[in-house]
């Protein structure tokens, strides 16, 4: 049988230069996140001198802060992490849209990996479940996205 080529990227960080971009809003929520992709990072072996943490206002500013980080080329990735809850804004929609289509755009424009660690929940408890609790954490897996995306990045 024909050997397949098979290209994936290794989970190691060592020497990896990351920006951890965070919204305060919902604070107690997102700083869970930013613990989340720092522990991820750092145990899978990135140190901490090599990972800078960003704080913004909210997620509606993410993309023009993730793309200056992208266009100063000092990292190899960014992980986002944010809380957008529908409950306590009537503009959520436009929020969310507005993030996540921005990102995805500084992340083709750049091609830079970009982990998407922003929670777009319907109600406090659903952020909660996804902040370290029982849905996880979402700031390990969007930096272990951007971690794995890098390595395999870095091969093509
Ligand atoms: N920003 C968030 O990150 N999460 C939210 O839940 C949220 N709500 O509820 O409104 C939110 N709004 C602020 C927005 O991101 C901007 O910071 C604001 O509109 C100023 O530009």
Redesign the pocket.
């Known amino acids: 049988m024909p050997h397949i080529k098979t290209i994936e990227g290794q989970l190691e960080a060592k020497g990896l230069k990351v920006a951890i971009l965070a919204?305060?809003?919902?604070d107690f929520i997102?700083d869970k996140l930013i613990g989340g992709a720092v522990d991820a990072l750092t145990r899978h072996g990135a140190s901490r001198e090599d990972l800078t943490i960003v704080k913004?206002?909210?997620?509606?500013?993410?993309p023009l802060v993730a793309q200056k980080l992208a266009k100063s080329g000092k990292y190899d990735g960014i992980v986002c992490v944010?809380?957008?809850?529908?409950?306590?804004?009537?503009?959520?929609d436009v929020?969310v849209n507005e993030?996540a289509k921005g990102l995805a755009q500084v992340s083709l424009s750049f091609s830079i990996p970009l982990g998407f660690g922003?929670l777009t929940t319907d109600n406090i408890e659903q952020a909660i479940e996804r902040a370290g609790s029982k849905a996880g954490n979402k700031g390990v897996d969007a930096a272990m996205a951007m971690l794995e995306t890098a390595r395999v990045v870095a091969q093509l």
Not at 56 to 62: D, H, L, Q, V, Y
């Open positions: 919204s305060r809003f919902n997102v913004i206002p909210g997620a509606f500013e993410m944010g809380a957008v809850i529908r409950g306590a804004t009537p503009h959520f929020v993030c922003v």
